[in-house]
Each structure stands twice: as structure tokens, then as C-alpha cells.
């Protein structure tokens, strides 16, 4: 079992509120993801990070916004919630090599009414 | 630009059968190729990577995988296919550098018993 973690593990909130869905690991990994889901659908990319202070978009838009402040932590924020943003958002987390596979957390599912 | 096709959306198999989940890849270089498994309300389970060497490539779960470069494939595979195995599953690509890894859409197993 990958130790990396996510909270809450479940969300319900009314639109307009301010959300940070916590990400955390404690392998050392420089390398961490966020993916949006639809339950039993694809992933979407929707941030990145190659280490503290490094953080880029995915190939999808998204409304929220990330940082790297520390290398086990990847919070993921969303200004206002709308209902458009229920899904559920996987982080995960890899080594640098580049033929290291990437671990996923639990998962978050974001409910916005 | 690399990506990968999941061309089932649903495979079918009775328990105690053999079972194939397949994968097409598109990449510049060599590819890195993964297989990853979820569960309902689970985060993505890693099973088994292709990098170099071997062609076949075995992994959890009694789980194999087998690399063709002249198809550009990577398909999923098992002897003997339990009701357990039932779950969505996802094949990963990543060609040369440090990029995220780029998922296929998704293929779902259903196992009869």
C-alpha cells in the first residue's frame, strides 16, 4: 500500500465556497499529481509538480490552483466552488526517474450543490 | 505527441477463463508502459510496468502483460480470471523524459461467475 494520503476522503458544500483538498506522502517523491475523474471514467490531468516551488497546468483547464511548498504536500484549492467542479480528484505522487510508476492516493469525492 | 488507446470499453469473461484487456500505445521514442487497476471509490492501483528487457512482463495479482513493438502494444493478461477482478482498468504511457504519465480511457471487467 502507497503511503500517500487525502483529505477528506469525502466532500459536500454549496457553491460559492472556498475548498483545499489536502495531499500528502511521506516516500521522498519529488514528483506529484492531481486528476480530475468522473466516477468509472477517464483521468484528466489537471496539475503537476517537479519539486518544491515547481508547479505546472495539466492538459486540462482547471478553475483550481496548487503550490509546492514542501516536498511531502501538494494542496489543491478551489476560490469558488461550483457545481461544475463535483468529481473526484486523485493525487499522486513518483520518483524522478522516468520509468518509475506513479502512486495514487485514495482519492477526494467533491460534492457541490 | 504520446497517447494510448483503450479500444474495449467493457470486457466480458466467465470466472476460470482467460482474460485480455487491451492496449495501443503512440509514442516518439521508447515507450514506459503501465497498467493500473481501480476499484469502486479507490484510488489506482499500480500492477505492473513495462521499461526494457523482457517482453513479457508479469505483475500482481497474477496479472502479465505483453510488450509488441512492431504492434505497438501492451495487452493485458491472465490465465484464469476471478470475480475479484472485477474493477476498471487503465493503461499508462510515458515516452522519453520525465513527463506525466498520459492514460487510455478505460476498460471495464466484468467477471462472471
Known amino acids: 500500500e502507497a503511503d500517500i494520503y487525502q483529505t477528506p476522503r469525502y466532500l459536500v458544500i454549496g457553491t460559492g465556497k472556498k475548498i483545499t483538498l489536502e495531499c500528502s506522502q511521506t516516500?521522498?517523491?519529488?514528483?506529484m499529481y492531481w486528476y480530475q475523474q468522473d466516477p468509472g471514467m477517464e483521468l484528466h490531468l489537471i496539475h503537476y509538480?517537479?519539486?518544491?516551488?515547481?508547479?505546472e497546468k495539466g492538459d486540462l483547464s482547471s478553475e483550481s490552483t496548487v503550490s509546492r511548498i514542501r516536498t511531502e504536500h501538494f494542496p489543491l484549492t478551489l476560490e469558488s466552488a461550483r457545481p461544475s467542479h463535483t468529481s473526484q480528484y486523485l493525487c499522486?505522487?513518483?520518483?524522478?526517474?522516468?520509468?518509475?510508476?506513479?502512486?495514487f492516493g485514495p482519492g477526494t469525492r467533491l460534492t457541490v450543490l | 505527441a504520446q497517447s494510448v488507446a483503450q479500444p474495449e470499453d467493457q470486457v466480458n469473461v466467465a470466472e476460470g477463463n482467460p482474460l485480455t484487456v487491451k492496449c495501443t500505445y503512440s509514442?516518439?521514442?521508447?515507450?514506459?508502459l503501465f497498467w493500473y487497476v481501480q476499484y469502486p471509490n479507490r484510488g489506482l492501483q499500480f500492477l505492473l510496468k513495462y521499461i526494457t528487457g523482457d517482453n513479457l512482463v508479469k505483475g500482481s495479482y497474477g496479472f502479465e502483460a505483453e510488450f509488441n513493438k512492431s504492434q505497438t502494444s501492451f495487452h493485458l493478461k491472465k490465465p484464469s480470471a476471478l470475480v475479484s477482478d472485477s474493477a476498471l482498468y487503465f493503461c499508462?504511457?510515458?515516452?522519453?523524459?520525465?513527463?506525466?504519465?498520459?492514460f487510455g480511457k478505460g476498460t471495464r471487467l466484468s467477471v462472471i461467475a
Open positions: 499522486a505522487s513518483s520518483e524522478y526517474t522516468k520509468g518509475n510508476e506513479q502512486f
Open positions: 499508462a504511457v510515458r515516452e522519453a523524459g520525465n513527463t506525466p504519465l498520459v
Open positions: 516516500m521522498g517523491h519529488d514528483k
Open positions: 509538480s517537479y519539486g518544491v516551488n515547481s508547479t
Open positions: 509514442v516518439s521514442g521508447n515507450p514506459y
